[in-house]
T-cell receptor, first 115, second 116 residues
Framework: AQKITQTQPGMFVQEKEAVTLDCTYD???????LFWYKQPSSGEMIFLIY??????QNATEGRYSLNFQKARKSANLVISASQLGDSAMYFC????????????FGQGTILTVHP | ETGVTQTPRHLVMGMTNKKSLKCEQH?????MYWYKQSAKKPLELMFV???????ENNSVPSRFSPECPNSSHLFLHLHTLQPEDSALYLC???????????????FGEGSRLTVL
């Protein structure tokens, strides 16, 4: 079984500052992938970043980086230089090698960026 | 234009109605998914299709009936729903199902369903 925990229901950040969204996971799969998605009010889930469990380096995509600490089973998302358009719900998700492509999602964190 | 398109975006139906949600992906992917997003709950996987064959059914009530006529289209047929079925239904697609070949899931904007 897989489980994703996001303990921050809501986060606030000032525009242009960095923010970290927490994610911890639990799985018995030896190989897995971790994902972050953004869901604006329009409803669409937008893929942000991916980290493989055997990747040696933390994933980065533009202003997004994933702070992967395998021993702690954490995969926190760091957004640098926050923008007003970053205000949205953010979901952490994982997929095990044997889970037929399906993602297990956390409860999500609502991020609000203040001007 | 998004790679995954869902229609209708909003649907209101009574408990005795029959309706369908439609999903179309323009990405050439081989796997498609239905997820349910209820308020204050994590997204729940409902169905997974690979090359038009259902590979997973997550104990979903029979009042939800999926159909995948080809690798680009996925339907969710709805009948005799309950008010607790009101939710955002999200369709997604991926390149494949197995391992790294899966890639990320691409989602549509969802169909907001209200059951009266």
């Amino acid at each position: 079984a897989q489980k994703i925990t996001q303990t921050q229901p809501g986060m606030f950040v000032q525009e242009k500052e960095a923010v970290t969204l927490d994610c911890t996971y639990d799985t018995s799969d030896p190989s897995y992938g971790l994902f972050w998605y953004k869901q604006p009010s329009s409803g669409e889930m937008i893929f942000l970043i991916y980290q493989g469990s055997y990747d040696q380096q933390n994933a980065t995509e533009g202003r997004y980086s994933l702070n992967f600490q395998k021993a702690r089973k954490s995969a926190n998302l760091v957004i640098s230089a926050s923008q007003l358009g970053d205000s949205a719900m953010y979901f952490c998700a994982m997929r095990g090698r044997t889970s037929y492509g399906k993602l297990t999602f956390g409860q999500g964190t609502i991020l609000t960026v203040h001007p | 234009e998004t790679g995954v398109t869902q229609t209708p975006r909003h649907l209101v139906m009574g408990m005795t109605n029959k309706k369908s949600l439609k999903c179309e992906q323009h990405l050439g992917h081989n796997a498609m998914y239905w997820y349910k997003q209820s308020a204050k709950k994590p997204l729940e996987l409902m169905f997974v299709y690979s090359l038009e064959e259902r590979v997973e059914n997550n104990s979903v009530p029979s009042r939800f009936s999926p159909e995948c006529p080809n690798s680009s289209h996925l339907f969710l047929h709805l009948h005799t729903l309950q008010p607790e079925d009101s939710a955002l239904y999200l369709c997604a697609s991926s390149r494949g199902l197995a391992g790294e070949a899966t890639g990320e899931l691409f989602f549509g904007e969802g169909s907001r369903l209200t059951v009266l």
